[in-house]
Nanobody, 125 residues
């Protein structure tokens, strides 16, 4: 029933920007937290950012703090990840996720109930 669809990935030069979108459908609870994770080749999936649907609380991985911004549009039921000052090490598949009873402190993948299929972000040097 629940579907998360990411978009906005692509190829960008180092220092450039991309805006990822995650359109959610089938979510009926206001307690959902939305998060972004990423997985680079040969590495485990890692937490990037999270935002609460019930308030404006956000959380970021230290590696992206100050460069990435997570936000949401409740009208469109969409969460965004604005990525600025991109670095080659940001190259990864980015996944959108939803946690039924999570919070912005939910940084472990197992805490999330629904996942999108991912969108590729490649930063060239």
């Amino acid at each position: 029933q629940v579907q998360l669809v990411e978009s906005g990935g692509g190829l960008v030069q180092a220092g450039g920007s991309l805006r990822l979108s995650c359109a959610a459908s089938g979510l009926t609870f206001s307690t959902y937290a939305m998060g972004w994770f990423r997985q680079a080749p040969g590495k485990e999936r890692e937490f990037v950012a999270a935002v609460s649907w019930s308030d404006t609380n956000t959380n970021y991985a230290q590696s992206v703090l100050g460069r990435f911004t997570i936000s949401r549009d409740r009208t469109k039921n969409t969460v965004y990840l604005q990525m600025n000052s991109l670095k080659p090490e940001d190259t990864a598949v980015y996944y959108c996720a939803a946690a039924k009873y999570g919070s912005v402190r939910s940084i472990v993948g197992d805490e999330y109930d629904y996942w999108g299929q991912g969108t590729q972000v490649t930063v060239s040097s």
